[in-house]
């Protein structure tokens, strides 16, 4: 009896070293694995380097919760199925089980220790700056609606740069965010009024923008041209819902030559078709706000009357 139970642990020690070398293999190479299975509900076209290596940690996090799991599972069925009443006889009781303990100690604290390491490297990457960007873009934001200044870059001690051109959005027209690929671009978000958040799904994160002195600060590198629609991803007021923007990506020397557009007098829109874009957002449309008029109490209704 003793060398059947030492058997069974002997392989339950196994298993957990299998198990947790193979979160651990699964974690680095989680992007095979995603492509195989929709990408387990996270988005799989990321327009960035730093989408992608948060495309990979999830994926990564997912193939060690779920090996853990079914190790777990496993376990529970083993222990059902084991040790399943058979007579009136109880199988031998036991005080404890060293070497089950201490796997159930140890196993949990190596698959933490490798998703917070990847974590802690992750994020570091994806939240760094550097001291001289290829492109400054200030997104301000305000109810409901969004305005881009393209700047000339931060100052040598850390002042807001200077604001050359910008882009604002209307009611009528959804402002478009036109950027270039290859280059590192830092936004600097701002808020007039109250949080809201800067979301382009792509970029596949967000970044709440805030009111007064405090500055959301990142930066990316887009390597894919396109359109792609962006969102305020804060319940900001009533016509959050309509708060919508198109970031649209292009070419170095396109986003050079919309810049000096946009320099020479000409409207977003002129300067988009001028380097050969479509002058109006193609991935959202404006939606009929109806602001001028009085949906919430009739018109010549004093407040606080009722219907």
Request: aromatic content about 10%.
């Amino acid at each position: 009896m003793s060398a059947e139970r030492s058997k069974a642990r002997s392989t339950a020690v196994r298993l957990a070293g299998v198990g947790v070398a193979g979160a651990a293999l699964l974690l680095l190479s989680g992007c095979d694995v995603g492509s195989a299975v929709d990408g387990f509900g996270w988005p799989q076209n990321g327009i960035t380097e730093q989408s992608k290596r948060m495309y990979d940690l999830w994926i990564g996090s997912t193939v060690a919760a779920l090996i853990v799991g079914i190790f777990v599972w496993a376990l529970i069925f083993w222990c059902v199925i084991r040790y399943r009443k058979r007579g009136d006889k109880l199988p031998v009781q036991t005080r404890f089980n060293m070497p089950m303990e201490f796997l159930y100690t140890i196993a949990p604290v190596l698959v933490v220790s490798v998703l917070f390491y990847y974590t802690a490297i992750v994020q570091t990457d994806v939240n760094r700056t550097t001291t001289n960007p290829a492109v400054t873009v200030e997104v301000e934001a305000f109810k409901w609606n969004w305005q881009f200044n393209y700047q000339d870059g931060p100052t040598e001690d850390g002042r807001v740069g200077k604001t050359v051109t910008s882009t604002l959005g209307t009611t009528e027209i959804i402002p478009i965010l036109v950027l270039p690929t290859g280059r590192t671009i830092r936004f600097e978000e701002t808020s007039r009024d109250v949080i809201h958040s800067f979301w382009v799904p792509e970029l596949l994160f967000k970044r709440d923008v805030f009111p007064g002195n405090v500055r959301n600060v990142f930066e990316v590198t887009i390597d894919q041209e396109g359109a792609y629609v962006g969102r305020c991803a804060e319940l900001c007021g009533t016509y959050h819902s309509m708060m919508n923007f198109e970031l649209r990506s292009v070419s170095g020397a396109k986003y050079d030559q919309f810049i000096a557009a946009k320099l020479s007098g000409q409207t977003t829109q002129q300067a988009l078709q001028t380097i050969g874009e479509d002058p109006l957002a193609s991935t959202t449309s404006p939606f009929p706000t109806r602001r001028d008029e009085s949906n919430f109490n009739p018109a010549g209704t004093a407040a606080g009357t009722g219907n």
